[in-house]
């Protein structure tokens, strides 16, 4: 079964600018969360997405935002860029199955913002 | 206030030995717990989880430990190889609240040394 895939790999943008990435999950996971990933403040979460409504949102500002479609897939963008959004942005997608709940990451999208 | 927290940034462990890595939380809530292994340039992988109804769940060389009164988990990785070496991640969750939503720790990183 394919992992959890995430488009583009590498994003350079300049301050102001808005950007969208896209994450696929594993087939029959209805559920894509996303994390951002910085060396100071490690993986938080932003949000997550479960039958093409937001389940959850994390303490980010409202330029950050989201959404899941159909099939599953998901984007999020980001609105009026600053350099504090330079960071690894990571998609992870979940089956839930009762009490156990793990969620799969895809390899991330590295945003620098200059 | 994070509610999960690692204490050790790094641990140097030589091949072959156990390897010890710990993990306490705050929020009495979380009754979910996992832990991720992470690679520069990719996504974290994962690796075990456990329930609170558990104090124990093993996984080849992988073993979690869960102490509820204490607040406190811990991955043993016997026998530690060099491979091992990477970042691990503790994550929470409740269920109830999202499970989407992992609260993470900000990491340790494991050096296993031939």
């Known amino acids: 079964k394919a992992g959890v895939t995430q488009t583009p790999r590498y994003l350079i943008k300049t301050r102001g600018q808005q950007v969208t990435l896209s994450c696929s999950p594993i087939?029959?996971?209805?559920?894509v969360s996303w994390y951002q990933q910085t060396p100071g403040q490690g993986l938080q979460f932003l949000f997550e997405?479960?039958?093409?409504?937001?389940?959850n949102k994390g303490n980010f500002p409202g330029r950050f935002s989201g959404r899941q479609f159909s099939n599953s897939r998901s984007e999020m963008n980001v609105s009026t860029l600053e350099l504090g959004d330079s960071a690894l942005y990571l998609c992870?997608?979940?089956?839930?199955?009762?009490?156990?709940?793990?969620?799969?990451f895809g390899p991330g999208t590295r945003l620098t913002v200059t | 206030d994070q509610q999960v927290k690692q204490n050790s940034p790094s641990l140097s462990v030589q091949e072959g030995r156990i390897s010890i890595l710990n993990c306490d939380y705050t929020?009495?809530?979380?009754?979910?717990f996992l832990w991720y292994k992470k690679y520069p340039a990719e996504g974290p992988t994962f690796l075990i989880s456990?329930?609170?109804?558990?104090d124990k769940n093993e996984d080849g060389r992988f073993t979690v430990f869960l102490n509820k009164s204490a607040k406190h988990l811990s991955l043993h990785i016997v026998p530690s190889q060099p491979g091992d070496s990477a970042v691990y991640f503790c994550?929470?969750?409740?269920?109830?609240?999202?499970?989407?939503?992992?609260?993470f720790g900000k990491g340790t990183k494991l050096s296993v040394k031939p």
């Open positions: 994550a929470a969750s409740y269920y109830g609240g999202s499970q989407g939503n992992l609260i």
């Open positions: 929020n009495s809530m979380f009754d979910y």
């Open positions: 087939s029959g996971h209805r559920s």
């Open positions: 997405y479960f039958s093409e409504t937001q389940r």
């Open positions: 992870a997608s979940g089956n839930e199955q009762g009490f156990t709940y793990e969620q799969y």
């Open positions: 456990i329930s609170s109804i558990k």
